[in-house]
């Protein structure tokens, strides 16, 4: 039987882990260029830790870890005879892998209080997993590469952030990406003036379709959902909402005049397009988008996604938010905390599609010596060996094998050169230098060899 | 109640990432200009992949992940009514988390055969989890870092092997650590010209203790355990193994001149010594050291293990060896692999002991802009945001807090720099910069900022 792996799980290639690391170690590098640290949480906490943190849709996508030994012995014998499997769940297990990334944080953060330094700036780069069906794009081991601070409710964290998507996105050569923005306060303040908190959801989603389906149809809709004719009448602005992000920010000041909570998602939202107008963005789009909702439950004040360039079909590349009593659900209270994510797997699908991989050092030897036997064999290692102490990557093919096999397994692994020493090569101390891509042949000592292949 | 993190496993604080990152980073770098490639698995795996594969405990401490849903429906009535936990297993778990990285990646190769390139040079840095009861330096979940060639029987890579090993502790300023080496083949021969080969590890256990004991006795620790009298005699030489390498492998070409696997194995194990003599060590000793047996059942070539500089108390801080069927046990047959492993937590606990983390870049920023309002802030961030674009790691405190909380938030991550500005400041187009060690302070442009802290 042929050996496989669980559905929704993935082997990494030599060329997709060289691939990935290019894109981790750029989100890693700027994230410390600006200030975050990096921490480790371990990859299954106590299920109470996670449990009951993701609503129960979630709770039922954790996977949950076996209790090692006699794990039934605890169980209750009447609910495994009614075969109970929910019920029995915390009776057998009382371990599980991390869903997310935020809330081992916000654990971390409650437990390690002490010895930190507030503000905390944090990055944290670990897979998740999630008992979803998988599908294109959706796996079941995947990571999260998260910045988040904690302990400060400073507006300058959220231009901060905007600053870093467009450092990332700039550097992976990911131009023209749309950050769009948008903050809770100012979804708050739709609700109030439409008259029905429990109807934004419906409003942001209709109103969400004006690009594809036109006024007159979105109107249709919210009317369907029972949002009132008065009410829309009330939010016309956000039907022309088609100019400057400022200007759009003064149309939102008027239509929310009545509510404190709308005008001061504005107020919060100004501070942020004006700072990140002062400071530039090297290649970002932002742009305030009110239908932005992201996990409307979660987050209490900027809202952040990220889209890839137009032209390539994939959903946001990146998302997050402010959220202003992360620690509160493990009992320590008023820490405000915001943080944005990078989807690497989306990022990655991007970047093959638009051909961007191309400048990273893929894991190969930048030069193979063929083996002749075991005297040309020591001959080769002794200039190996110097190679690498220069950091050359180089490699002897270690069986003597045929000539055809070995330049067929450089030709294979692309390898750009073959050094060829035989018996004629070692009695004058040279070593012959073959180019592979050009077919070009040279003698050189050792030392011209560690200077070509530098 | 004050959340926690189940037994056995850690959070890493951001020094504790830094400083592993530090050695993986190493060993990363060492195992690619020795011509590995990398190579990730999914963190967990079919149980039929991992069951059965490390015997009877190591089944126990495989961590098994429950199915989701109903899992319940599936199972034995009588068996759950049993309470037979172990024969539960299979039916309500499909998953396992990976105990190694070397039964994964046998998977991998006969999974991907196609795909690839023999021989197959990979290295792989990933977690792994165990059951096993936590102590000191022993954990539920822990990085392996491993490298291993398959497809070839060349012992030209022995000879690599202990040339990585030796680069990568020079490169760790790990200096004076032991390489011992053996071969499967010449316990055999011992176990051979003793006539028992069930004695074998009684024989090696008794004999490792030469050095504490003394020969008497180890002798009669060998007779009690019903070796022969005859047998002692025979293998005297390896009571006086004192020699340089080469003198202590002629002393086993004599001892096992009856046994044509013993001699087969002085033959490997002279090549390596050779081979090793010849290219040269920076920092390590190479070692023969014919008690060591490591898994003896697993290897079938050469075994390694080095040690830790004498004076620091540790085990191993890494060992492996030869393996002439790794990917028999999925159906692939005669293919040969060799492989080593670096002990990640062993290695940074010996690094610390001996202050060898003093290089390391701690993430932490270079310099901190102290805020003293929103204009104030962000004429800091358009010096920040520049300094950035010169991948100097900057950093503006977030809030316009009281000086002394801004300067103690620098003093407690030891911020090396930090950077004044006020109205006057702003004027004059200009930045105060503190060094914090020397209190000293200097007025400078920005320009002077970026050259100063670069």
């Not at 437990?111 to 599908?135: C, G, I, L, S």
């Not at 239509?255 to 919060?268: D, I, N």
């Not at 320590?332 to 400048?359: N, Q, T």
């Not at 063929?370 to 102490?389: H, P, Q, S, V, W």
């Amino acid at each position: 039987m042929k050996p496989s792996i669980p559905k929704g799980t993935r082997d990494f290639s030599p060329t997709e882990v060289a691939n990935r690391s290019y894109i981790m170690n750029t989100i890693k590098t700027a994230f410390e260029t600006f200030g975050f640290q990096p921490i480790e949480t371990p990859s299954f906490e106590n299920s109470s830790t996670l449990m009951g943190k993701y609503g129960e849709e979630g709770d039922r996508l954790i996977f949950k870890i076996l209790n090692s030994g006699d794990f039934l012995k605890k169980a209750d014998e009447q609910l495994l005879a009614d075969k109970e499997s929910t019920k029995v769940t915390s009776q057998i297990s009382e371990k599980a892998l991390r869903y997310d990334l935020t809330v081992p944080f916000a654990r971390y953060v409650v437990q390690h209080q002490n010895e930190m330094t507030f503000p905390f700036k944090r990055y944290q780069v670990q897979p998740v997993w999630r008992a979803d069906r998988p599908q294109k794009g959706r796996f079941r081991e995947f990571y999260q590469c998260d910045a988040d601070v904690v302990g400060s409710k400073s507006l300058w964290q959220e231009a901060e952030f905007i600053q870093l998507y467009d450092t990332v996105f700039t550097k992976l050569g990911l131009t023209e990406t749309t950050i769009k923005i948008n903050n809770r306060k100012i979804l708050s303040g739709i609700a109030e003036v439409i008259g029905a908190q429990d109807k934004l959801i419906d409003f942001t989603v209709a109103l969400d379709k004006l690009d594809k389906i036109g006024q007159a149809k979105v109107e249709e809709e919210m009317l369907s959902k029972g949002i009132s004719e008065e009410a829309i009448q009330k939010v016309q602005p956000l039907f022309n909402f088609k100019g400057s992000n400022l200007e759009n920010l003064d149309a939102l000041d008027s239509m929310l005049a009545t509510s404190e909570e709308g005008l001061q998602g504005v107020k919060e939202l100004r501070f942020v397009i004006n700072a990140t107008t002062e400071l530039g963005l090297q290649s970002a789009n932002l742009e305030v988008d009110v239908t932005l909702a992201r996990g409307l439950n979660y987050y209490t004040g900027a809202i952040f996604e990220v889209s890839a360039p137009k032209g390539v079909k994939m959903g946001s590349i990146g998302g997050g938010g402010r959220y202003d009593d992360l620690t509160g659900i493990f009992g320590m209270k008023d820490v405000s905390g915001v943080g944005i994510s990078f989807g690497l797997d989306r990022i990655y699908l991007v970047l093959e599609e638009l051909g961007l991989f191309k400048a990273v050092d893929l894991p190969k030897p930048k030069v193979l010596f063929i083996n002749f036997g075991d005297a040309e064999g020591l001959y080769c290692m002794k200039a190996i060996t110097e190679l690498r102490k220069h950091n050359i990557k180089a490699e002897l093919y270690p069986d003597t094998a045929k000539m055809k096999k070995q330049m067929t397994y450089a030709n294979n692994r692309q390898i750009e050169y073959v050094v060829l020493a035989g018996s004629q090569e070692i009695e004058q101390e040279i070593f012959t230098l073959k180019n592979m891509i050009t077919g070009e042949q040279q003698k050189c000592s050792k030392a011209d060899l560690i200077k070509k292949l530098r």
